[in-house]
């Protein structure tokens, strides 16, 4: 694959005229200004054909990085270093965002990009008309061979560069050919996944494919498969897709329906859930990028029109059942509905009670999973409905688990063909007794490629998700060997000084990398640590504006619970302790503050919503966390130190490293 522009060695590039250099990267480049584009180009390439005329090697215009949706101005590869250039012709100053998204870049490659990960890699600033005084060549060295950002003009770039090839001369040069081979295997976020597939990206682009995880696109085939066999025999299927926290459930869902975006198409898709935060930040960020890309090739396009387009394929779960009970006959206009986290849908109790309080349906008698499959039942010939199931999710009140779903199935639905990941048998998807029920069913079919087995959410530990169940189920001895195949590339510190985690997560993250407070809904002791779980945040600017923004994430002001976070992460995590959520020796405890004392909660359905925001907690961080337990205080009779202490020591018996 060609992932950029122009392409040659080093030696050719400096033999070759600029217009044939420019022609050739204008049939690729989408633009919009081709004429300030082109000038740009121009001055590049006549910058670089003076400096780089000694050097042999590779050079890159405009090279691809599909997860972040952007290019890179110039890539070199020269002796043993990847040096990434960033132009700002005819700027000045280096501004900050600049020096972040050079970060970002170093970072992509380094740890998605299979030939790049053993490599030193020199990201570059070059603001061309900067004075001498606001330059320096002066970097320091990551452990993963990463260097720090140098800022240069456009006079000493060959200085830099004889400067950073002195770092380690014995090292052998990266041969370009099997550099240009190596496999780029990138983790996105889900917003990242969700920007590039709505960008035009594939998901085989976007997503891992070593022998470690099962690959996405053999389960995304394996739902497609489904759906146009379903259309093609004219019946309706359902399809039970499972797979652990982070392991890539909703992104197959993305995938499909962004593939089916075309709301004429017969094919049309919707992606729902009942995740709030999660619909209203992949709204937001599809809508921003779409205007942003716009702007890029000369398309002006509103925000409010962006916004309209992406509602059409993601939805509250909950408005669509709302556009369903208008007409009670007519069927929806998609013929496939994906539901992400599906074992979240409501219980008929919990159904019935809002239907006759908040919609005026007194006599509502279905629970959410029978009234959405009735819904896409409508259709006369064919519809397909995909349950991403994820186990041990559950953190509301009412909410069914997918045992909901079998039994309407068996109650309403006799002719719906069934489809269902083999490990929805597991304990933690609750749904071993009730699949039994299935047996005389004509059409049930189990496939393995509906099982998504490893954790994606973390590029470098693929084992945090067992970790935590262990921590979790109190399987001390299990969780210390997880922890030592894990802790040289996850990080993981305890610490009783909230400051000192607010430090080690700013130490930690480079670029934008994303960092932030999370803490559970029950952590009502938490105010004199300035953690207040009944200010509210907006999970929009929490989790999407800059590090300028005082409402982001990256001020470390404002936290976020498992309501906020659930289905979302990022890259390092500070999870804050309280006293909801015990350990004693009789195991875990569980706590609600009321009034002015904690209460015991005594409901086994409480209890299991409470250990599951901790396992939402403690699964978001993509590279890294710190936990707080804060030391309490012996004059606050709700915060006594003895809440916390054992707390503590039982983290601390498992061999995380201590900051003190």
Not at 398 to 414: C, K, M, Q, V
Not at 521 to 536: C, G
Request: aromatic letters at 10%; charged letters at 30%.
């Amino acid at each position: 694959m060609n992932r950029s522009y122009y392409s040659d060695t080093i030696e050719n590039f400096n033999l070759t005229k600029p217009e044939e250099i420019i022609g050739k990267m204008s049939i690729q480049s989408k633009f919009a200004d081709e004429v300030s584009q082109k000038s740009a180009w121009r001055e590049e390439i006549r910058i670089l054909q003076k400096v780089l005329l000694k050097y042999k090697g590779g050079i890159y215009f405009e090279y691809s990085i599909p997860r972040m949706g952007q290019r890179i101005d110039v890539l070199l590869l020269i002796k043993s270093v990847i040096f990434i250039l960033e132009f700002k012709v005819g700027e000045t100053e280096f501004p900050l965002h600049a020096i972040d998204q050079l970060w970002d870049y170093a970072l992509d490659l380094k740890n998605f990009h299979e030939t790049s990960h053993d490599v030193f890699i020199a990201p570059i600033l070059i603001s061309t008309e900067a004075s001498n005084s606001e330059t320096f060549i002066f970097f320091t060295i990551s452990e993963d061979k990463i260097l720090t950002p140098v800022k240069c003009n456009k006079e000493i770039i060959g200085n830099v560069i004889d400067q950073v090839l002195l770092i380690d001369e014995d090292e052998e040069s990266i041969i370009k050919t099997d550099w240009e081979n190596g496999r780029y295997s990138p983790t996105p976020t889900i917003i990242e996944a969700a920007m590039a597939l709505y960008a035009g990206h594939s998901v085989s682009e976007i997503s891992r494919s070593d022998a470690s995880a099962i690959n996405l696109s053999l389960t995304s085939d394996a739902v497609k498969a489904i759906i146009q066999k379903s259309k093609n025999e004219k019946h309706k299927s359902i399809c039970f897709l499972t797979g652990v926290p982070g392991a890539g459930k909703t992104l197959v869902g993305l995938n499909i329906a962004t593939t089916n975006i075309d709301k004429s198409s017969e094919l049309h898709s919707v992606f729902l859930s009942g995740n709030g935060p999660l619909v209203n930040i992949l709204r937001e960020a599809l809508a921003r990028d779409r205007v942003s890309h716009g702007k890029e090739i000369g398309i002006k396009q509103r925000k409010g029109d962006a916004f309209r387009e992406v509602k059409l394929f993601i939805q509250n779960v909950h408005n669509f059942r709302d556009e369903c009970l208008k007409d009670m006959d007519a069927p929806p206009i998609e013929r496939v509905a994906l539901f992400d986290e599906a074992q979240r849908a409501w219980n008929l109790e919990q159904t019935a009670n809002f239907m006759k309080w908040k919609k005026d349906f007194p006599d509502f008698n279905k629970s959410e999973p029978e009234f959405l499959i009735s819904c896409l039942d409508r259709h006369k010939d064919w519809a397909v409905i995909v349950c991403l199931v994820g186990g041990g999710q559950e953190i509301n009140t009412g909410e069914a688990g997918i045992t909901e779903w079998i039994e309407s199935l068996n109650r309403s639905f006799p002719k719906w063909h069934i489809y269902i990941s083999p490990r929805l048998t597991d304990s933690e998807y609750g749904a071993g007794e009730i699949l039994k029920n299935l047996s005389n069913r004509p059409d049930v079919m189990y496939d393995e490629n509906l099982h998504l087995a490893v954790s994606m959410r973390s590029f470098r530990a693929e084992h945090v998700s067992q970790l935590v169940k262990q921590i979790l189920d109190l399987e001390v001895e299990d969780a210390k060997k997880t922890l030592d195949k894990i802790k040289s590339k996850y990080p993981i510190a305890i610490t009783r000084d909230l400051k000192k985690a607010k430090e080690w997560l700013k130490k930690h993250a480079r670029g934008s990398e994303r960092y932030g407070i999370v803490v559970s809904s029950q952590a009502e002791r938490l105010k004199p640590h300035s953690i207040d779980v009944r200010s509210p945040m907006d999970p929009i600017h929490w989790f999407l504006d800059s590090k300028k923004d005082v409402r982001s994430s990256y001020y470390l002001e404002s936290m976020a619970t498992e309501f906020d976070i659930q289905g979302l992460e990022l890259d390092w995590v500070c999870v804050t302790w309280d006293a909801d959520f015990r350990f004693s020796e009789k195991g875990w405890e569980y706590r609600s503050f009321v009034g002015d004392r904690w209460n015991q909660i005594k409901k086994p359905e409480r209890q299991i919503y409470l250990k599951n925001a901790y396992r939402v907690l403690l699964t978001r961080a993509r590279q890294g966390m710190v936990i707080v337990v804060p030391f309490g205080a012996e004059d606050d009779p709700t915060r006594n130190s003895s809440f916390y202490d054992p707390i503590y020591e039982y983290l601390k018996s498992i061999g995380f490293e201590i900051l003190i």
